[in-house]
C-alpha cells in the first residue's frame, strides 16, 4: 500500500496541536502550541480564552507543521481532527478548520475521540499486539479498558466519582501549588517521604475507582491542621498522596492481568507523565513477564500525533465524516 500520510488536529483543551502521521505510527512533522501560562494566571483553563486562542493560532501551527516536513499538502492523505471530548469552543475550532481543509484541499475527513487518541498514543513507533489491556488516566478519566482488536473496547472499569486527574489537580490547589496541578505534585513528591496515613481509595475487588474519598481527606487534613496552626509537611502529603493514589490504579492493574490473558500492558492520559506510576507500573510489567508500553512524555498529555495514530486504523476502513460533523462536549469511547 502508497504510505498514508495524515495531517491531525488536536484543540480539545489548551493546546493547538497539529502532526503530520505516516502510516500511524512515524511522526513526520509535530506542533504543540500550549496556552497554559495564559490559563495559570486564572488557576485553570477559561473556556473563552481558550478558543480564541486557538482560532488565533491555529493556520500559524499549520503554516509551521507543514514547514517542518517533507509533506507538501497535495500528498496529505486524510485530515483527522479530535471531535469529542473537550471544551466544545476549543473542539468548534479544530473541527471548522479541519473541515475547510478537508473541503478545499479534497482530502476525506477522520473524526476522532480524544480518549481513545490518547490510547492510540501507544501506536506510535509501535505495534499495538492485541488483545491489551489499557489503564486510561487523565484529567476526565480513569478506565481500565480491555481492547481485543483496532477500535474494540471493553470497559473493565471505571471510577466511580472523580477521575485521578482531577483529583491531583484539587490537591494541587490545596497545597497551593500553580496550574497545571498533576506535575506539580509529582515534582513536590520527589523531596517527600510517605509519612501521612491515607485511607485506601477502594477496598474492594472490582475494576472501579474512587477517588473522591482520598481527596476530600487530603483536603480536610489540611485545612484543619491549618486552623490549628500546625504546619502541613506540603512534600510528605504529596507523597502520601501520589503513593496512595497510584497504588490503587497499579492495584487493579494487576487484578485484570490475573484475570485476563493479555499479550500487552498500555497506559495513556495526561497522568501517563506521572513519574512515579511510570516506575511502579513497569515493576507490574516485569512481574507478570508483559510487554509494556509507555507513551514518550509528549505524546502523554494533549497532542494531535496521537490523534493521527488513531485516524489510521478509521483511514484503512474507508470510515470518513461528512461535512455535517459537529463536536460534543461529552462521548465515551464506545460512541459509534
Ligand atoms: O490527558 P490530559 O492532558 O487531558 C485530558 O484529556 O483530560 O490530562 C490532563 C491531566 C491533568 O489533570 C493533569 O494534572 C494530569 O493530567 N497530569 C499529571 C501529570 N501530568 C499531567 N498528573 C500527575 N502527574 C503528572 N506528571
Ligand atoms: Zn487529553
New binding site residues.
Given amino acids: 500500500m502508497k504510505d498514508v500520510y495524515i495531517l491531525a488536529i488536536e484543540s480539545s ?1 489548551d493546546e493547538t496541536s497539529m502532526a503530520i502521521v505516516k502510516n500511524g505510527r512515524e511522526i513526520e512533522s509535530f506542533t504543540v502550541l500550549s496556552q497554559m501560562d495564559v490559563h495559570a494566571e486564572f488557576g485553570g483553563v477559561v473556556p473563552e480564552i481558550a478558543s480564541r486562542m486557538h482560532t488565533e493560532n491555529i493556520t500559524m501551527v499549520l503554516e509551521e507543521t507543514l514547514k517542518k516536513s517533507n509533506v507538501k499538502m497535495e500528498e496529505i492523505s486524510a485530515i483527522a481532527v479530535t471531535y469529542a471530548p473537550g471544551l466544545l469552543g476549543s473542539l468548534l475550532v479544530g473541527v471548522e478548520f479541519a473541515k475547510t481543509l478537508s473541503l478545499v484541499y479534497k482530502k476525506p475527513l477522520i473524526a476522532v475521540n ?1 480518549t481513545i487518541g ?1 490510547i492510540y498514543a501507544n501506536a506510535i513507533e509501535n505495534t499495538l499486539e492485541f488483545p491489551l489491556l489499557a489503564l486510561v488516566v ?3 478519566h480513569t478506565d481500565l479498558i480491555l481492547m481485543k482488536g483496532d477500535y474494540d473496547f471493553e470497559i473493565l472499569g471505571s471510577t466511580l466519582d472523580d477521575a485521578i ?2 483529583c ?2 484539587k490537591v494541587a490547589r490545596v497545597l497551593g501549588l500553580k496550574y ?4 506539580n ?2 515534582k513536590l513528591s520527589l523531596e517527600g517521604e510517605d509519612t501521612y496515613p491515607l485511607p485506601k481509595p477502594v477496598n474492594d475487588s472490582t475494576y472501579n475507582f474512587s477517588f473522591s474519598g482520598l481527596k476530600s481527606h487530603v483536603i480536610n487534613l489540611v485545612h484543619n491542621e491549618t486552623q490549628r496552626g500546625n504546619e502541613i509537611r506540603k512534600s510528605d502529603l504529596a507523597k502520601s498522596f501520589q503513593v496512595t493514589a497510584i497504588d490503587e490504579l497499579t492495584r487493579k492493574v494487576e487484578l485484570a492481568l490475573q484475570n485476563y490473558e493479555v499479550k500487552e500492558l498500555i497506559i495513556a ?3 501517563s ?3 512515579y506510576l511510570r516506575e511502579e507500573i513497569k515493576k507490574v510489567a516485569d512481574r507478570y513477564q508483559i510487554k509494556l508500553s509507555i507513551p514518550k512524555i509528549e505524546y502523554c ?2 497532542n494531535a500525533a496521537m490523534i493521527g495514530a488513531a485516524a489510521y486504523p478509521l483511514y484503512k476502513q474507508k470510515k470518513f465524516a461528512s461535512f455535517d460533523l459537529n463536536p460534543k462536549s461529552q462521548a465515551t469511547i464506545v460512541d459509534k
Fill in positions: 483543551c480524544h490518547h487523565s484529567g476526565g486527574g482531577e491531583y489537580d497545571p496541578g498533576g506535575p505534585v509529582d492520559g495526561g497522568v507523565a506521572n513519574r498529555t494533549d
